[in-house]
């Protein structure tokens, strides 16, 4: 494939089903009580979403939001070669920042959800596709709709380890966390998201923008209107 196209996801990737999602968070956490999941999914999908996310509630995994992602990180070598590069960045957690519409979403599904999961329709970023524009700017329509917000890291992640064929190979989309902000000593505000390592050939969790910005797209959750 030329190197300046993009294949978004991989041939035969899919979205799992929910039981499927729970089969594979169960094995790494047996302890987790899945019975209120099928009643969390009623209704119908909305029209951009692609599928139901099953995610752990944080405080199940462990004391707070970023140690529980620490926690997901550790599980996801085992079942996709992944490499973390940006490990002391994830440490940092006082550098760490959910986005407004992120965190109040987050505290919508602890105080509504009952159980030990949290459930809601996504996208796994085909829908927010960044784009270079003429002038060599990143563009990020960000515009996402009322009920829409942008997935934290460890939602992310979870999401990895139930899919670990999301991202095989370079040319492909590559997956980013809209709803958390890493601000450095020099101001600047990046986030995290996985992407294809082409000198290792492994699955990396990056730091800011990679090379080719064009790959990534943002991974978004929806709530009931």
Known sequence: MPKNEIDGYPDGFRIR???EQVETLLSHFSN??????EELA??????????????P?????????????????EHIPEISGYWNWREELVKNQQHLELVWKTKKTHDFLMAKQPGDFWVFPFQFGKNW?????PFCEVKRTMRFADNEF????????????THPDRITGPYQQYVYSAGCEHKNKAGFNFSFGFSWSYGYEKQTLQYGMSNRVEEWGDVTGFLSP
């Open 150 to 161: 942008g997935f934290g890291p460890y939602e992310l992640a979870i999401l990895m380890l």
């Open 42 to 55: 009623k209704g119908n999908l909305p029209e951009s979403a692609e599928g139901w996310a099953v995610i």
């Open 129 to 133: 596709p960044w784009v270079l524009t």
């Open 57 to 73: 509630s944080p405080g199940k995994i462990a004391p707070t939001y970023f140690e529980a992602l620490k926690k997901i990180l």
């Open 32 to 37: 987790l009580d899945p019975n209120h999941i």
């Open 17 to 19: 089903s929910r039981q």
